[in-house]
């Protein structure tokens, strides 16, 4: 017989969480159920341990950028051993703390793979778990490529659990993935690729600080290969082979390991969605203006699953779990805003972006001013030896709102915080011109960007 929950919550990350507790906290029953450990992607396999190895990546970069500026940088190098070390000090607690606080708050923990076997029920393994509601929080998977020798892909999960970092790596795709890894693993003295099927990677920031930053990369010594497809993969003695086409013609790369990072997907696949009549498509559960099944309306889905038009990110998580939370209490009222939420590719220097792209203000028939210029010459950058940077910002005229602002450099992802907050608020660029900041400091450039 199936146990009787109020709520069924499938997945244990940032989402789901915000959604068991706050329920479980209005006096439901809730039971929460993942696969693999508890914690979810952005503290076990993402973002937290992303930005440890990331912030290692600095210092070195920083040494040498510095260097013959009165900094010896010798010897200031990455011990790849002793850095995943560090790393797992903040990765190794979280399940084990993750399912404590669930037990604590009277949240039943239950691990396994669920599949739905009714429109409100769910089984794990031979156990079977039913509910008035049922939240999908599941997040997403790297996608299928469907290529020979895919078998042979490092998923970005495993690259963060490298015990030893491979001389020769091949990132495939051009998304943040492979950019920020790549980052990282060049200046731990790796040769790295990177191989990216389009004309310009990092779809969704803006293009003119993208070739910037592919500029940097390049002079990282990334050997960054645009409109080249990677067809196949090898394992030969001595490691493997990757195939690829640019321009028509074959070429073949070595390396020792081979990463993928050309997109995730909703990790939906085996929930048995059709049994409980949940409609879905490649971009995840399909829902309505409140996160709702459009199909099934005792189901939620919230976070990287849901097909709500949210960026795939952790703050986006958390803001859908609260709306999936507040509509589930109180009845359907409450949408997710995504106003002015940032977003960031975390490469030495950082991408940031919040807002429109040029292209999308004119689509709209918008009236803009776009400022935009190279601050490599800036005190900003020249302070620390940064040689890429840039920003452009996008100010409509008349109302004299922030549509849009980008950037490139040093603290990027801290002072696109100022803009997200101007935009999602309603600041105009002369109260950004106006505001006092605190000199000198990267913040205080936003007075000359708008």
């Known amino acids: 017989m199936a146990r009787q929950f109020d709520l069924i919550v499938i997945g244990t990350g940032t989402a789901a969480a915000t959604v068991a507790y706050r329920c479980r906290a209005a006096g439901w029953s809730v039971a929460v159920i993942d696969s693999r450990p508890f914690g979810g992607t952005c503290a076990l396999r ?26 010896a940088s010798d010897g200031c190098r990455i ?55 049922v939240v999908i929080a599941t997040g997403a998977r790297p996608a299928r490529l469907g290529i020979p020798g ?8 495993e690259f963060l659990e490298l ?28 040769h790295v690729r990177i191989l990216h099927r389009g004309a310009r990677p990092l779809k969704g920031f803006d293009p003119d600080l993208v070739d910037q930053l592919v500029r940097a990369t390049r002079d990282l010594g990334i050997d960054v290969r645009l409109d ?90 958390a803001i859908e779990g609260q709306v999936v939370a507040s509509n589930l209490l109180e009845g359907n009222h409450r949408r997710p805003d995504y106003t002015g939420v940032p977003t960031v ?35 900003s950058s020249r302070r620390v030896g940064m040689t890429h940077s840039g920003f452009k910002v996008l100010v409509e005229e008349g109302s004299d709102r922030i549509l849009g602002a980008h950037l490139l450099g040093p603290h990027a992802e801290e002072v696109i915080n100022l803009f997200g907050l101007a935009i999602r ?20 450039d936003v007075s000359y960007m708008v």
């Not at 009277?106 to 031979?126: L, S």
């Open 46 to 71: 993402g973002c937290d341990p992303k930005k440890v190895l990331v912030g290692a990546a600095e210092v070195v970069d920083w040494a040498r950028r510095m260097t013959g500026k009165g900094i």
């Open 79 to 133: 011990e790849w051993s002793d850095l995943m070390r560090f790393k797992r000090t903040f990765t190794d607690p979280i399940p084990e703390n993750r399912e404590k606080r669930f037990a604590q708050a009277g949240i039943v923990t239950v691990h396994g793979r669920a599949r739905f076997v009714a429109p409100t029920a769910v089984a794990v393994g031979d156990e079977e778990l039913a509910a008035r509601h």
């Open 150 to 157: 895919e078998e042979f892909l490092t998923t970005s999960d």
């Open 163 to 190: 015990d030893r970092l491979p001389e020769r790596i091949v990132f495939v795709g051009g998304g943040y993935i492979s950019f920020e890894f790549a980052h990282v693993a060049a200046r731990a003295g790796a």
């Open 228 to 317: 080249t497809s990677v067809e196949a993969i090898e394992r030969r003695s001595g490691g493997l082979i990757v195939k690829a086409r640019a321009g028509g013609v074959e070429h073949t790369f070595e390396a020792d390991l081979v990463v993928h990072g050309a997109g995730r997907v909703p990790d939906i696949e085996d929930l048995k969605l059709d049994v409980a009549g949940v409609a879905s498509d490649r971009r995840g559960v399909l829902v309505n203006e409140y996160l709702q099944s459009v199909s099934n309306p005792a189901v939620y889905a919230a976070g990287d699953v849901a097909a709500s038009g949210g960026p795939p990110l952790t703050p986006v998580a």
């Open 345 to 379: 590719v975390f490469t030495i220097p950082p991408l940031a972006s919040v807002g429109m792209h040029e292209e999308k203000a004119r689509e709209e028939g918008l009236t803009f001013t776009v400022k935009r210029g190279d601050t490599s010459g800036w005190y």
């Open 425 to 444: 608020l309603g600041l105009r660029a002369a109260d950004l011109k106006r505001m006092p900041y605190a000199y000198p400091s990267s913040s205080s």
